[in-house]
């Protein structure tokens, strides 16, 4: 049973417009959730964090939205640039909980931005 | 080193062999996670390390598998009798503190079990 949830597998965007990736969650007790990059053959890269205490976060292109009552959260890029092609994880964790607060991962969105 | 570094890159094993794979954390990185990634799928928990003391392995899917940070530095992760299943990208990170934070991974060991 999956706790965190990126139902579409790719996205294709073009480049300088919006790219805007999705995730869903089940578990209430997740309270910080993340966003890693990742790369052919290297290790996800942390993109951007939110806490539960907050709506939305931004760190220059990129912007995290954490709707708790839909236990959806996105992550939107905008402009697109051709090196923001990559596999975007969404991840969650209880840090209050009693999981240890592990990262639980989705299974990645492919984003491709054409030139 | 500068970030989390994992060897060997890439391991090809026959079914039944055992298998050690490495991480060196960030220097002075308090807590190290190994993560098991499967072709198309997300990274998943396997265990978490807190300086030396294996805090939590409940992600580890058989007593096969070990891993081990004696000095609270290195950690190894060990696959005995290795199966096909086992095939997947073993990822290292860690944290300056604790669990709390965002992960560093590594680049990953792709162990494949023929």
């Known amino acids: 049973d999956q706790q965190v949830k990126q139902n579409s597998p790719s996205l294709s965007v073009q480049e300088g417009r919006i790219s805007i990736l999705n995730c869903d969650y089940t578990?209430?007790?997740?309270?910080?959730f993340l966003w890693y990059k990742k790369y052919p053959a290297e290790g996800p890269t942390f993109l951007i964090s939110?806490?539960?205490?907050?709506d939305k976060n931004e760190d220059g292109r990129f912007t995290v939205f954490l709707n708790k009552s839909a236990k959806h959260l996105s992550l939107h890029i905008v402009p697109s640039q051709p090196g923001d092609s990559a596999v975007y994880f969404c991840?969650?964790?209880?840090?209050?909980?009693?999981?240890?607060?592990?990262?639980?991962f989705g299974k990645g969105t492919k984003l491709s931005v054409k030139p | 080193g500068a970030g989390v570094s994992q060897s060997p890159r890439y391991k090809v094993a026959k079914r039944g062999q055992d298998v050690a794979l490495r991480c060196d954390p960030i220097?002075?990185?308090?807590?190290l996670f190994w993560y098991q990634q499967a072709l198309g799928q997300g990274p998943e928990f396997l265990t978490y390390?807190?300086?030396?003391?294996?805090?939590?392995k409940s992600g580890l899917p058989s007593d096969r598998f070990f891993a081990e940070r004696p000095e609270g530095s290195v950690s190894t992760l060990k696959i005995q009798r290795t199966q096909q299943e086992d095939s997947a990208v073993y990822l290292c990170?860690?944290?300056?503190?604790?669990?709390?934070?965002?992960?560093?991974f590594g680049s990953g060991t792709q162990l494949s079990v023929l």
């Open positions: 220097s002075g990185h308090v807590s």
């Open positions: 991840a969650a964790s209880a840090r209050y909980g009693g999981s240890q607060g592990n990262l639980i």
């Open positions: 990170a860690s944290s300056p503190r604790g669990i709390n934070e965002k992960l560093f």
């Open positions: 390390f807190q300086n030396e003391a294996q805090l939590d």
């Open positions: 939110i806490s539960s205490i907050k």
């Open positions: 578990n209430s007790m997740f309270d910080y």
